[in-house]
């Protein structure tokens, strides 16, 4: 019998045209222009709708409608006639044109298409060919960011002590990423240093462009692969870091940041030692509470790699991860990560890449085993513990999980908030 295991779906089987969606939101300003056939607007933000309240994700969104006829003579006037006129309507600060596979595979007049644009509207047109069967969410919110980095002018003499910060996976306006860029901003200003622009944090293009300002770059591990075209773009040293989560993985990004900014190694330790002194007693105080406690981890494989890190080092097992992050789940990555974090052996059973069913019956068998009390996962995790498990509910899409109050789940401060929100999971199961 054939093995139909690579035709399930995954948790986000998206292509590169979902994740330059996902991109152009987190930039006000910024239109995605769909060049494509019927189908693409709605697969393309029906997730977002759910998961975003703060910031409609359509308004972002237009689409050329290319129909048959249009497949067959050629496109690339209508995608002119129908971008100058929006144009005119919205006045973005940035373009972005995205084809589907159809197309890629038919209408050979879009890129000269594209550069008629580039003469006629004032603002940057950039071509994003998204084809579909190649790439994911991941690389998608890559391109957008390489293709960021590539519209700023670095030319200007950057400050030693400012260091940008790139591959932030911003995918909502809600008050989340707000209190983790607030506070990672908070500990870096307590280290010295500057954050002119974080790509992408929820700003437009005027203020990503601030980025020029820095001399270096922290690329964080969802835009590791695009460290050398960031390096290339920008001219700027580019310091390839963890995510700046749990206490140690949040000291080690402070130390990171610090040797980028020229900061002396005392006054990064200096200020880890304060914040240690702060949060290690807080979580310190339920620490019967987590010994003993298991908690399964559903999650892209840097965050996978960074929460598995934080609950080893206050003494929660973990006996299943699963990441979720399709064609780009990677367990050596996942391992090697947990081997800078101090964990050199990854704990429990490690899936890499599973469809969605397969991970809920991953999760059902584990604890049917070794049962847990808690699991960090999205939306697609929530039903399937019911009764069984509580749920941190993190990633994307979170179409349950609201924050009208900053609660970060970054830095020190997210630290204990984790240790908060993993307590109230564990407490709704019986």
Request: neutral net charge; charged residues 20%.
């Amino acid at each position: 019998m054939s093995d139909l295991a690579p035709f399930e779906l995954h948790d986000t089987d998206h292509g590169d045209l979902f994740g330059a969606f996902l991109a152009v939101h987190a930039m006000p300003g910024a239109v995605l222009l769909l060049h494509t056939t019927v189908g693409c607007k709605f697969k393309t933000q029906q997730n977002l709708v759910d998961h975003d309240w703060a910031r409609p994700s359509h308004h972002d969104r237009i689409w050329t409608g290319v129909d048959d006829a249009r497949l067959i003579s050629g496109s690339g006037r209508r995608l002119v006639e129908f971008a100058t006129t929006w144009y005119e309507r919205r006045r973005p600060d940035v373009f972005f044109v995205a084809t589907n596979a159809a197309i890629e595979l038919s209408a050979f007049d879009v890129e000269a298409a594209v550069e008629d644009l580039r003469a006629r509207l004032p603002c940057p047109v950039v071509l994003l060919k998204a084809p579909g069967w190649a790439g994911g969410l991941g690389r998608g919110y890559r391109r957008v960011v390489e293709a960021v980095a590539g519209l700023i002018d670095w030319r200007p003499e950057p400050d030693p002590a400012s260091v940008a910060i790139a591959g932030y996976l911003f995918d909502r306006f809600e008050m989340d990423h707000a209190a983790n860029l607030g506070e990672v901003r908070r500990l870096l200003a307590a280290i010295g240093a500057k954050v002119p622009a974080v790509l992408l944090g929820g700003e437009g293009l005027p203020r990503l462009a601030e980025a020029a300002r820095a001399a270096s770059i922290l690329v964080l591990p969802h835009a590791h692969a695009s460290l050398p075209a960031l390096a290339a773009a920008s001219g700027r040293r580019c310091v390839a870091t963890d995510l700046p989560v749990g206490l140690h993985g949040t000291s080690r990004f402070l130390r990171a940041a610090g040797g980028a900014a020229g900061v002396p190694p005392e006054k990064v330790e200096a200020a880890i030692d304060r914040e240690l002194s702060r949060a290690v007693p807080t979580i310190g105080r339920v620490e019967g509470r987590l010994r003993g406690l298991a908690a399964a981890v559903c999650l892209d494989t840097p965050l996978a790699a960074a929460v598995t890190a934080h609950l080893a080092e206050i003494g929660v097992r973990v006996p299943l991860v699963v990441l979720t992050d399709g064609g780009e789940a990677d367990e050596t990555a996942y391992r090697e990560t947990l081997a800078r974090h101090g964990c050199p052996a990854a704990p429990g059973r490690v899936i890499a890449g599973a469809s969605h069913d397969r991970t809920i019956e991953a999760m059902r068998e584990t604890w049917r085993a070794e049962p847990f009390r808690v699991a960090f996962g999205s939306s697609f995790q929530l039903r399937a513990g019911t009764g069984r498990w509580g749920l941190v509910q993190m990633g994307y899409p979170c179409a349950e999980k609201h924050w009208i109050y900053p609660v970060p789940w970054m830095g020190f401060n997210g630290a204990v908030a984790l240790v908060q929100r993993m307590l109230d999971a564990a407490g709704q199961v019986a």
